[in-house]
């Protein structure tokens, strides 16, 4: 082959989000590099069809190590090549357990150590939502993209009755993951029962989202599947309050004392939005907070991880 023949070698090639394609070229990238990984980025495993579990089982099989960023990711693996691989194979997948690291971590600290980034930005809508917290309103992010996956109308629905509406501002980001559609069933829901809003469609670069996750009071993140929400760390330390479900198990955050609220059903959203701002405004004390952010920090930051990454 033109790869053995040229002896093109490289250190490393890794395979992010695993779709099942690459099992048709696994032997191409094993013969051009002397390490093949394979990072599993959550959505990849979960939402494969049993179809493809044989093409994803020869990729896992055929890569030095596989990247399990959590451990809900790492037993879907094993259910998947329970399903398909004989026993004696099972053992020569080896798992590395390393996680994604939070670029924009480095941004929210940026910003909460120099405010005039937010009061400069030239962001329409950044404006709008800081005229907004200028008028006492109580931010409430919903998502952080255009996709069905976030559940927007749901939420929207389960909190569209709750009790002194008028006193929240809400923020619906779709700058990337929708199509016209969807948009236009959220927007035209939020008109209809008088919500104080604003959706975001034009692009935000990092400073903007930074902003972004600092002006949030809480933030709702109730998506169908996740596997570790950047956005979500984000706004925690950033110090919003969050509303997650307990379907989505992000088991490094439960009992860590964060400003973190889980539901199990949508009908809970409205207390929950109650509770959220009771810890919200709980969180504002200095100790509390500073411990989030370390904690945070030191989760999920590059900073804290690159050179595990860099070994891998």
């Known amino acids: ?135 006492n309103k109580i931010i409430v992010t919903i998502g952080y993209n255009g996709s069905r996956n976030q559940q927007h109308l749901k939420i929207i629905s389960a909190i569209a009755g709750v009790e002194n509406i008028n006193n929240y501002f809400f923020v619906v980001p779709m700058t990337y993951g929708s199509d016209e559609g969807y948009y236009n069933d959220i927007l035209n829901f939020l008109k209809s029962n008088c919500f104080n809003f604003v959706v975001i469609r034009k692009f935000l670069d990092n400073y903007d989202v930074a902003s972004l996750r600092i002006l949030t009071d809480m933030f709702i993140q109730l998506q169908i599947t996740d596997a570790f929400s950047a956005s979500m760390m984000e706004h925690l330390y950033a110090g919003s309050s969050v509303i997650t479900g307990k379907w989505l198990n992000y088991v490094e955050l439960q009992d860590s004392n964060l400003s973190l609220v889980e539901i199990s059903s949508f009908s809970q959203l409205p207390e929950a939005l109650k509770e959220s701002l009771e810890i919200k405004n709980n969180y504002i004390s200095g100790y509390k907070l500073n411990s989030q952010r370390d904690y945070i920090w030191n989760l999920c930051s590059f900073n804290v991880m690159i050179d595990n990454w860099l070994e891998l």
């Open 1 to 135: 082959m033109y790869f053995r023949t040229n002896k093109v070698k490289y250190d490393s090639a890794q395979i992010h989000y695993v779709h099942c394609y690459h099992a048709h070229v696994i032997r191409i990238y094993k013969l051009c590099s002397k390490n093949v990984t394979s990072v599993i980025w959550g959505s990849d495993i979960f939402k494969s069809k049993k179809r493809q579990y044989k093409r994803l089982s020869k990729i896992f099989l055929n890569s030095d190590i596989v990247n399990c960023c959590t451990p809900e990711i790492e037993k879907a693996l094993n259910n998947l090549l329970k399903s398909t691989v004989k026993i004696r194979d099972f053992g020569k997948v080896k798992i590395s357990r390393l996680k994604f690291g939070v670029l924009g971590l480095d941004y929210v600290k940026d910003v909460l150590e120099n405010p005039s980034i937010t009061f400069d930005s030239k962001n329409e809508d950044i404006k709008v939502i800081e005229g907004a917290k200028k008028e």
